[in-house]
């Protein structure tokens, strides 16, 4: 576990190196660029910062209906002349901490967890976002939130105050949310269930209610449809606005232009996708056990996650089939995490040490298409983990 120690030093170094440029970059361009951050994000902040979230009936645009739990954190940036340029440097320093302690509570080495953590920040589908205003990688945050407090139930009312608060951000940040808490009471109900009375669902459902069921109940008051603008379980939505494709629609007309598109975003861990299959396929329909263990129950939430994501919006323009995968986070973090605890399982700690190093290395400014070309990183890197495997046992 040497190696990994040292390989976990090295993906510091390359994370502090992402914080301090992209922290650079903000402070240097602090006026966002055109696009969502101006048609609904800002927007949705200070109606949040001037009252009128309470009464949307004058509002401009429908987009401006959605649910606005983190926008409230960016409204706190405009109200403290904070650059919006860097209001996503926030949930990615929190995410990486979650994403420590979730490998953590995994029971990952301490050194091996801390590589986890810095493979999830270094992705390009979060690296991307640094310098944009935007919501997901908040999602990412509360959703990881989720699992760690959903792993280690307790009896005590914190604990349901917690739970409420972080499940009631993950539905009142976008409607993706009520999908990951599905996938999440799959997996936890039965362990939770038995936990709840009275007393404890009420001090759940105050913090549920103000950041998560606020939003719908207003919209449901305003537009008569809890989930407007989009037009969900049969509510009339915003007809116009809902013209895009799936993404599975998107994955079967386009499926190179696609998966160009994921490769891009988590290059080599997009196959923690096909790993995942791979194992809940042999040991559920091929073995016939059916004893979940912990990577196993990670493979499952996000093979499940993944499905409810392929519902999700995108279009045949490139750049929007690589914007699509930042609502992917609940898919990946699960499935890297189900990776990592795989290798340990079979002592490959350092070999995917060199894996999420060499993934590591973003390189945003090229075209959207292709970037294919990067899987040579990855395969430079491993070919000399590779060597100095072989030239070990040569010595021996």
């Not at 002349?81 to 509570?105: D, E, G, M, Y």
């Not at 008569?224 to 049969?234: E, K, V």
């Not at 959207?368 to 021996?396: D, E, G, N």
Request: aromatic content about 18%; some cysteine; overall charge positive.
């Amino acid at each position: 576990m040497k190696n990994v120690k040292v390989l976990a030093i090295v993906g510091v170094v390359i994370a502090l190196y992402y914080l301090v440029y992209y922290i650079y970059v903000g402070l240097l361009n602090p006026i966002p660029a055109l696009g969502d951050s101006y048609s609904y994000h800002i927007p949705i902040s200070k109606t949040i910062l001037d009252g009128s979230f309470l009464h949307p009936s004058n509002f401009k645009l429908s987009l401006w209906y959605q649910p606005g739990s983190s926008e409230a954190i960016n409204s706190l940036f405009i109200f403290l002349r904070i650059p919006l340029t860097l209001s996503n440097i926030l949930p990615t320093i929190i995410i990486f901490f979650c994403c420590w302690k979730l490998a953590l509570v995994f029971r990952l080495q301490r050194h091996y967890a801390l590589l986890f953590a810095l493979t999830v920040i270094t992705l390009n589908a979060i690296i991307r976002w640094q310098n944009a205003v935007s919501i997901d990688i908040w999602i990412g945050v509360f959703f990881t939130l989720a699992v760690i407090l959903l792993e280690n139930p307790q009896k005590s009312l914190i604990y349901f105050t917690k739970i409420g608060f972080v499940l009631g951000m993950l539905i009142g940040s976008k409607y993706s949310g009520l999908f990951i808490i599905l996938t999440l009471m799959i997996f936890y109900m039965k362990r939770v269930l038995p936990l709840i009375n009275l007393r404890r669902f009420f001090v759940f459902l105050a913090p549920f209610s103000i950041f998560g069921l606020f939003w719908y109940i207003r919209n449901y008051i305003f537009t008569q449809n809890p989930f407007y603008p989009a037009p969900l379980l049969g509510f009339k939505g915003d007809d116009n606005l809902y013209r895009y494709t799936a993404i599975w629609n998107g994955l079967l007309q386009h499926p190179l232009d696609m998966f160009n598109a994921a490769f891009g975003e988590y290059k080599m861990w997009i196959f923690s996708i096909v790993i995942g299959l791979i194992i809940i396929i042999y040991k559920f329909i091929i073995k016939k056990e059916y004893r979940l263990s912990s990577i196993d129950k990670l493979f499952l939430i996000g093979l499940i996650n993944f499905l409810f994501f392929l519902t999700f919006p995108t279009s045949e323009q490139t750049w929007i089939m690589v914007s699509s995968f930042r609502y992917s986070f609940p898919v990946f973090i699960p499935l890297i995490l189900g990776t990592f605890l795989l290798a340990a399982k079979y002592k490959k700690e350092e070999f995917i040490g060199y894996l999420a190093i060499a993934n590591m290395i973003n390189i945003l400014s090229m075209a959207y298409y292709p970037k294919l070309v990067l899987i040579y990183f990855p395969l430079f890197l491993l070919v000399i983990y590779l060597f100095s495997k072989s030239q070990h046992k040569t010595r021996i």
